[in-house]
């Protein structure tokens, strides 16, 4: 059974703090990882995508990868409370895309 | 570019009752899937399509669920008799083509069943 395990949260943070999400996964062939950010009654969007070890930097989002520990974080700094959402981390592996349950992320003004 | 496209928005049906949704998805976009959200959890593949061809369909409930594309472009999932649990947002997925890795979804069907 290939998982993708997320913290459920709630996660709160206060604005301008850093929140830290993380997801561990199962399948070790895994080549793709991505974080989707779901509002509430939306569909979900992408938001960054990692596909080798270490860090990727988009504005105040970091995602980061250790394939070794099979570990994929995302870090969003300055957090604002238009992040308050759902995060979903997303693993991809051979046209199989995988999501984990997701963690609601609160930044309280 | 137009958005991946689902109707209805929302649908309350009663158990044992049939119902159908349907996607649109990019123009162009060769890849489709349906994924089931339950609330609190995470979207669940259903099936997957390339063109009117089934790629995956292991985590279908078939002896319920059926889907199609015949065309290659619009896609028609249906349950029928409907359960309980069947209370879900059913999300379309469209990719350019098979081994693309980012998901353009749709807005999503809110089914209660009652």
């Known amino acids: 059974q290939k998982e993708v395990e997320q913290n459920s949260g709630p996660l709160s943070v206060p604005e301008g703090a850093i929140a830290s999400l993380n997801c561990t996964y199962s399948d070790r062939g895994s080549q793709s990882f991505f974080w989707y950010r779901q509002y509430s009654g939306k569909s979900p969007e992408l938001i960054m995508s990692i596909y080798s070890n270490g860090d990727k930097e988009d504005g105040r989002f970091t995602a980061q990868l250790n394939k070794a520990s099979q570990y994929v974080s995302l870090l969003i700094r300055d957090s604002q409370p238009s992040d308050s959402a759902t995060y979903l981390c997303?693993?991809?592996?051979?046209?199989?895309?995988?999501f984990g349950a997701g963690t609601r992320l609160t930044v309280k003004p | 570019e137009a958005g991946v496209a689902q109707s209805p928005r929302y649908k309350i049906i009663e158990k044992r009752q049939s119902v159908a949704f349907w996607c649109n998805p990019i123009s162009g976009h060769a890849t489709l899937y349906w994924y089931q959200q339950i609330l609190g959890q995470g979207p669940k593949l259903l099936i997957q399509f390339q063109n009117n061809g089934v790629v995956d369909d292991s985590q279908l409930p078939k002896d319920r669920f059926s889907a199609e594309r015949l065309k290659g472009v619009d896609s028609t999932l249906k349950i029928q008799p409907a359960k309980l649990e069947d209370s879900a947002v059913y999300l379309c997925?469209?990719?350019?083509?098979?081994?693309?890795?980012?998901?353009?979804f749709g807005q999503g069907t809110r089914l209660t069943v009652v």
């Open positions: 997303a693993v991809y592996n051979n046209n199989d895309m995988r």
């Open positions: 997925a469209s990719y350019r083509s098979m081994g693309s890795t980012e998901a353009f």
